[in-house]
């Protein structure tokens, strides 16, 4: 009964006590009938004592508060070595008589460090608790419930919002980052809003998803949470083995992230007011180095010069250009401001508890334009309608504005992977100082890629998406009999995404692309709505209170709809009336890839699915040291074919606290220990809606004169026994916690299999179709994860280390039948190798000279004096590229050997100081651009070290009278050839992938460093107040070379191909900006 | 009283469970299924129509390649700036890797599967169309043009590649996707039934909407077919029915045989064209930006292209009339100056600047890289030359040379002179090179004579003894292994053979 005091008033009472996860039911139904009418039976004494019978010669009083200052209630006080004790009361004052001779007394308490204070002559002692928010009391949010962290048998890691609070980013993924084990977490784009990649445990698949499920408090959202605001965010759990996930059943496969959003804690009504404000910037360390204007020139001249070819006038003389270099890259970024407000009010009367966060996030991009705005207001609320029944309401409303220029991709679409190839020699601004509308070197120069002026394009493109989105929660719970809880719940979520592309005629984002040019404009929107409801039952009962048990049982359907259309129009009169009446032509045929929208040009559609789905969990333990799990959810799901439909998902799991076990007792430094191990089966339905049936497509039309004839033709073939990729995956682990929990260690091993997956077998199209969607292959996985904590320093100085690494691995075990490898633009995936390797052919240098390449393997007709040489692989004396005597290997890989992440916080006195970063270790970039920047036909400006390539002066061939690359002026520092010969000879550098293109992307970056101050409360205005200064992606340390970030993977390669099989490519996406930040947290 | 909450409870969640299948169960909205296809004649008539649609990019992109450039007609000029285009130059330069049957040459694979793309189409209407009741005469006539589609795209893979895989009937699955390799007389034998059965159904050219095939097309198909396989009595006696349907005549101008992007199209001379329309809807063609040579600066296209906005392009430059082809013309040959140009290219690396390019398609259009005229498969010139050829092999050079020289007397040249059966097969061979250029009949005709080796060889050392007149920059040479592949077929495509256990 103490300790359910005690528990009430932990932090983790109010969240819990709202949203009734339910395993540790009967606790909670306690607390909300009242204390006394419970029987805390799942929740295990400490040996308390409480007595009053000594006789006692003086009393001690006090106060007990947290860090904060709040009154702290049902905090046990013992005196040391006697059965002596009393717990405070509702004040968080407590009274104890003591003996005369003094002693110690401990404090302790559920959520907080115990504390020893040794007796004096005072009378009054009074203490502030420290939170103890690693304890292993603390109860963490699970699948449908929660548990006791000490209980739990799954792979389980809970991060809390206090953790991350004062880093400036716009999503909650990017705070995660280094951070968690077996999670890795890449920022790919610096697009304000975008492009974080999570993958949980290594997960691939071949095309189906591999992002993780999101649940928002009990709701499996059908989305990202790239939107959301991180201020509404109380804890996130991340469930990464199959026993923890197996009750999402055919959606665990790829992990489940769950969010608990803030509830109304105990006590008043408190309130806080969290800003910040700062400026973010593009390093000018890790940008891609070209050649600057002059030095373009230079090389245009001796390019020509080499080949005994005339000059062009405009590279005659190079020193001319002295001092008027063109950085289009630079010119498309710019020092931005950043700004977060959130206020946080948050009640708990009597029947009524109730949170609400309002945020205002205001993000101006790094690159020109780029502006992202983002108001969100979440309110949960939840009313006691009697001692048996509650009823609860979440809604969180959110508006999204976001105009990003066209910053990502390749030459048709990027204006950042397209500014770095511009001539450095094209003005940016006319002699007047305006923006030049279109740069055209003469052809003869080389230039026969004209260029539009991405400031311009920048400037005057509209990209913009409105995004509003209503989250919304209602159930309705009653215990009916003690023991037993029944809930139903009702979700809702409602998206509708309008973007606005507007390309006026004065401006293009695409290479060779002449202003004036049309102008296009597409609209598109779309919109989605789900519905969940869910029914479950859960009954906790105990025996002789050791034999602990928890039965759940739930039913849930989903049902998910989207309708979208798009519009696309061009030819405007007026750039000012983007309107489709103001359009000449609405767009109905072909296909487009805008911003990475494509298809065809005007349409609408529906997609549509439905989830249905029986979930039951079985929960043991004995007296709380030997544990036992078992869970098992059947999905039936309208993606799944006519004769497939049901998908069962089975999973058990076991444990045991090593360190409750007496013989553990003489072991007094291992302060826990616990071991565990998991299995089950789960699933991944992310296999497309309509994947199962033979569509018909009526718009293969036909002509017939002058008039259109509409056209059907059956698409693809259908498979009705279609199912969801199925993984079968182990875990075992071990807890450990040292010298009184000051250190604590978590080891992970899983291996995974998933087989069934969903696959496009590609079909000979002999056939008429290119593929047979089918369950096929096998892939496994297997990793260890490794997470420490350590309180280095407990005294006034405290420090504290988080570490984790974690080893992903992965193999591709069969493909389709027959088929042992498939090949992307850069990769390939092959039977025994790991998944989506780079491959090409393999570097070995340059041909030094004419007897090296009379005795070396060439490229017959490709190779002469200082073109690049390949490894020949096969051994058949030629290069080959392709075919039968291909002498194309595996060059790399986009995978890391390990990732890792390193935290250490500091505090004293009123300071705090934190500083984390991650890493990766052995993965490898393809870098993209290199194809066209180091083109060394000089046809776009060029990366710098070109300045270094070989060069080699062409003669007349004394035997055979051809004109060829004959005297070497310098080999060059190896990474470039010559220019010598034209396409024929250079193209094979550019265009034959090999390892010229891979660079080592590992990494460690310095995420974030914040330092704050406690000004502590100033009374009758605020109760405490902190300020703090952050800086965010504080630095690189790396030696990537390719461009600015060594996170960034494109998913595709920019050449059709796209996916997970093709990852690791760099296509000189919007880098990651450096940020510095003041902030404030206020709480009132 | 608790109980029965708990009842009610239990009892609602389970009727929710109830309604299990139909909860489960959703079609897609926006796409028919086969399920529901093939259920009428507006179906079948779609389904026919779609067909007819892998010819546009076919003809676009990929036939001139494989079946012009593959010859003596044309070649193409290295545009320096541009860099390689080795699948492309390879073809030209009759050195297209092939190992084992097998090449990766990418105008081979697309060319292939756009056939089989067509003949998949024909199959799913011929196993449906005949479980569905309606006119009669409406359903021959679209079974028609099915089986002649299919016969039409087996007829070009046979030529191609000799031997490639029989689909008659849809696939369903992964284990009938991939068939063994059918040999030449199998197909042979396949496409003479069609074709047949085709003449059969088809509305003739004054029933037939305008841009199908007829019953005409489907003849001269089979007769084409027969003078392949030499048999000249079968090949006369249909090329002789089409001449007597009167349903056909030479336009008088050679010019006009050839459509205009918007006017002209499907004329009296035209049995088969593949049908392009002008404009944004994406029916379009650009054909001559292909062939046109470059750099070539805004100022210089204009002429050639006629639009309003006319760009530079900087492309690889293919399809470029050879000299041999140029010194075929007769004197006094209308026809060469209908065909050919000539275009100065300031940004050219060539030495004297000037290229041919090829005219008959350079019809004027309003938008920049977009055609609308149609592409020539079969004209009635062709009809006579072919009928001339086949009297000539049958025995019967006198009346051979009537019809060669209708053909010859609209080009403006005297009647020929040739008058023994040899002579006057050399008198045909050359009218069909001059009259047919660029429509890609000249590898067709290499081959089935089985002349490969000897013109191709000679061609080859001209080109190898002279770059500059095959349009090679100054030093610059046709690569090493240039006409080192004198194989009267194509290598089946690899990525195909990767999927196939058959070849």
Redesign the interface.
Known sequence: MKLMNQFRQSPYYGRLNSILKLSVGQALIGAACGLSAVAGNSFHLNPLVVSTNIIADRTIKGKVTDDTGEKLPGVSVVLKGTTIGTVSDADGVYSINVPDRGGVLIFSSVGFLTQEVPLGAASTVDIKLATDAKALTEVVVVGYGSQLKKEITGAVQTVKSEELKDIPVSQVTQKLQGRLAGVQINQTTGKPGQGMAVRIRGQVSVTAGSDPLYVIDGFPITGTIGQMNPDEIEDITILKDAASTSLYGSRAANGVVLITTKRGTPGKMAVSFNAYAGIQKVPMRGRVKMLNAEEFAQFKKEMYEDENKTVPKAFENPSEYAGKNNDWYDALLRTAPIQSYNLTVSSNKENMRTSLVAGVFNQKGVVLNNNYKRYSLRMNTEYDLSSKIKIGFNLAPQFVYDNTPRTDGDRGTGVLFNALHTWPVMPIYDANGQLTKYNNF???T?N???YPNWVRAAKELTNETRINKLLGNAYVQ?N??KG?T?K?TLNVEQESNKFFFFNPSTATSAINT?VPTTAVSIRQNYQNFSWL?E?L?TYTHSFNEKHNFELLAG?T?Q?FRQEFDRITA?TYTDDRLPTIQGAI?I????SFNVNGISGSNTF???N???L?S?ISRLTYNYKGKYLFTAAVRAD???RFG?DN?WGTFPSASVGWVISDENFMQSIPKISFAKARASYGVIGNNNIG??TQ??????T???????????????TS???SKLGWETTKQFDAGLDVGLFNDRIQLIYDFYSKRTTNLLYA?????????SN?N?NIGEIKFWGHEVSLTSRNLVGKLKWTTNANISFNRNKVMEL????DRVYGTFHITQVGKPFGQFYGLVKQGFYMSKEELASSPII???SAIGTIKFKDVNGDGVITN????DDRTIIGSPFPKFTYGLTNTFSYGGWDLSITGSGSQGNQLWVRHLYSTANL?G?FNMVAGAKDRFRVKNGVNPVTG??EAQTVITPGKGMYGATNN???F??VE??WNSSHFLANASYFTLKNITLGYNLGGIKSFFKSARVYASVQQVYVFTKYWGGPNPETSAQGDGQGDGGNLSQGVDLSNYPVPRTWTLGVNLNF | MKTKYIAAWILAAGLMAGCGDKFLTVNPETALSSNNFFTSESDFKQAVNATYEPFRQMYNERAWVLEEMHSDNTYYARNVLYGAVDPTENVADFAVPTANGITANDNVLVQYRLNYRIIARANQVLAKIDGVDFDAKSKANLKGQAQFLRAFAYFDLVRLFGKVPLHLVPATGRDDAPLPLASTDEIYAQIEKDAKDAIGGLYDKATQEAGRVTSGTARMLLANLYITQKKWGAAETLLKEIVTSGQYTLMPDYNDAFSYTSANKNNKESLFEIQYMEGSAGYNGNQIYRFIPSPITAAEIAPITGTANPQQTSQESNNIPTPDLIAAYEAGDKRKDISIGYVTLSGSAVENKTYPYIKKYARPHAIHQNTGQNWPVYRYAEVLLFLAEALNEGGKPGDAATYLNQVRTRAGLAATKAASQADLREAIFKERRVELAFENKRWFDLTRTGRVKEIIGAYGAKVKANPAAYYFPKGAVPPPNAFTVLDDYYGLPAVEAALTPHF
Not at chain 1, 882 to 885: E, L, N, Y
């Open positions: 003469p052809q003869g080389g026969i890629f004209d009653y009916p009999i037993l029944l139903s002449p409801n029914n039952a039913f359907q049902r061009n032509n767009d109905r045929g072909g609408n559609g529906a549509e699915w439905a249905m029986y039936g799901s309208s006519s439909r809606n309509y049936y033979a569509l018909v497509n009526n293969t039309n036909a002509v017939f004169g002058t008039t259109v004839a509409t056209g059907a033709q059956v073939l259908s498979n077998v590609q079909v000979p199209q002999e056939s008429g179709f047979y089918d389709a039948p027959g088929i017959p007709g490709r392709g075919g039968d005597a036909d046809v051809a004109v034209g396409g024929n250079t193209g550019r265009d």
